[in-house]
């Protein structure tokens, strides 16, 4: 009816009621935050086993006392990890387990990066190192550009060229080959070394020590990978280049009654990789 004061609303709609409570207890939470921050500066809580983030979270109030990182860690169901480990503190000085690595401990007395090669049994090996643009953009002015495979300070000359702008890559040429190589056979630098020690420096077949220069080729089972490369899961060993080419090659288009070979039957029956990995899932590393 005209003139009639409208009736109070009593009901609210189900997104409306989950709005609202999502709001109360975001600003039920801030307000418990900054009581407990009072006046300083606001860092960011989150903390792990050896670390600590001293980021601020000044500018993210309402991220639960967190920094926008952790925060967003935290909202995709993951467990706190550190964010860099120049922004990441050790308590009492406690660093990675794994040989050459600083960084703080995560878990397992290992940091984030080689905590994660463990739980996906991979072998650790050294975590790839990362710099700024600005960093890279002045070594380039320079002419003096560091590898990030070996870390030694190259020429320019040194370096292919990454894309038409002509910029270069971050490997030089040699490292470069070897991390495509690696790539290839979906192996890690890390666990070719672990094969390499494992053969004691020799090839897995005619046992002659590798004497360095031209790398040791990956051998791998052509029945599960037919191409050049492979799945990484069918590699057998390292063999010099005359035993893959003349010896493997030869052997294995035989018809196999042919194949009397003593020497290389018992490695294509039992290659070192194969025993390499039963190793290491035996001792969990």
């Known amino acids: 009816m005209l ?3 409208p009736r109070p609303r009593t009901d609210q709609s189900p997104v409306r009621e989950r709005y609202m409570c999502s709001a109360a207890s975001l600003i039920g939470s801030y307000v418990s935050w900054t009581d407990r921050a009072g006046d300083g500066m606001r860092h960011c809580e989150a903390s792990g086993h050896g670390w600590t983030c001293d980021r601020s979270s000044e500018r993210f109030p309402l991220t639960r ?13 993951r467990e706190l990890a550190p ?65 990030l495979g070996c870390g030694e300070a190259k020429p320019l000359a040194e370096y292919s060229l990454l894309n038409a702008s002509g910029a270069p890559r971050p490997y030089c040429k040699p490292c470069n080959a070897e991390r495509a190589r690696l790539g290839h056979y979906k192996v890690t630098r890390g666990f070719v070394d672990l094969l390499l020690a494992f053969q004691q ?56 009654e042919l194949r009397t070979f003593d ?9 070192p990789a194969k025993r390499l990995r039963a190793e290491l899932a035996l001792t969990g590393a």
């Open 263 to 271: 020497l290389l039957d018992e490695y294509l029956a039992d290659p």
């Open 83 to 147: 964010v860099d480990l120049a922004r990441s503190v050790a308590d009492g000085g406690r660093v990675c387990a794994f040989s050459g690595c600083g960084r703080a401990v995560s878990a397992r007395e290992l940091c984030t990066g080689h905590y994660q090669q463990c739980v996906k049994g991979q072998p650790l090996s050294p975590l790839r190192k990362k710099r700024g643009n600005g960093v890279f953009r002045k070594m380039i002015e320079r002419g003096i550009v560091e590898c």
């Open 65 to 77: 006392g967190l920094c926008k990182t952790h925060y967003m860690q935290q909202r995709r169901g």
């Open 201 to 256: 420096g020799r090839c897995a077949v005619c046992a002659r020590p590798h004497a360095g220069g031209r790398a040791m080729d990956i051998d791998h089972d052509h029945a599960c990978c037919p191409g050049p490369g492979s799945c990484g899961a069918c590699v057998r060993g390292l063999v010099c280049n005359n035993c893959n080419l003349h010896g493997l090659g030869w052997y294995e288009a035989l018809p196999p």
């Open 3 to 5: 003139g009639s004061s």
